[in-house]
T-cell receptor, first 118, second 110 residues
């Protein structure tokens, strides 16, 4: 079990540029989540996948944000036309859930990608 | 709107003392409750989860859940300076995603 990994760990970009982040979940986990966290706040949910299906998107996820998990393994999160307000830590987490009646909902986070938009 | 409330702190305790961290939540349908520890500049690390009313102990950590009062707490016994971090409470209802509080900063002084 190598844990959740994210790449890159840090990204500095200029306003208006596009950025893409990658997340590799724990290998046997079927669910993958994206969160955003700013200073002094808890993580805010953005979207999640079960296998390759994107099941929910937060209203925080504007049209400039898109996420994919094409083969049910790694996922990418792209931000187009970045704005200074996009500066945050982008966190990926994964879990293994069989059904909503399952009691095992633990999510494990990766190290995060810190985005700075200048 | 689902809310999870935590005192932002900082909560200061001396080394060896018991630290008590509290969390309240608004959604009565919440079923699963989690405590994450987050060191400055790092990502959250899951330290405890609890699904049933009562206490759950794991080493120096005890999670307490009272669904009637919509209250969950984390006790850290024999606090160590290395426990100094922000503790995030997270709550999940069925067919819903995790909702996090803003976290409580804990400072353990030697």
């Amino acid at each position: 079990d190598t844990g959740v990994s994210q790449d890159p760990r840090h990204k500095i970009t200029k306003r208006g540029q596009n950025v893409t982040f990658r997340c590799d979940p724990i290998s046997e986990h079927n669910r993958l989540y994206w969160y955003r966290q700013t200073l002094g706040q808890g993580p805010e949910f953005l979207t999640y996948f079960q296998n390759e299906a994107q099941l929910e998107k937060s209203r925080l996820l504007s049209d400039r944000f898109s996420a994919e998990r094409p083969k049910g393994s790694f996922s990418t999160l792209e931000i187009q036309r970045t704005e200074q307000g996009d500066s945050a830590m982008y966190l990926c987490a994964s879990s293994q859930i069989w059904t909503e009646d399952s009691e095992s909902y633990e999510q494990y986070f990766g190290p995060g990608t810190r985005l700075t938009v200048t | 709107q689902k809310e999870v409330e935590q005192n932002s702190g900082p909560l200061s305790v001396p080394e060896g003392a018991i630290a008590s961290l509290n969390c309240t939540y608004s959604d009565r349908g919440s079923q699963s409750f989690f405590w994450y520890r987050q060191y400055s500049g790092k990502s959250p690390e899951l330290i405890m989860f609890i699904y049933s009313n009562g206490d759950k102990e794991d080493g120096r950590f005890t999670a307490q859940l009272n669904k009637a009062s919509q209250y969950v707490s984390l006790l850290i016994r024999d606090s160590q300076p290395s426990d100094s971090a922000t503790y995030l409470c997270a709550v999940k209802a069925r067919y819903s995603t995790l909702t996090f509080g803003k976290g409580t900063m804990l400072l353990v002084s030697p």
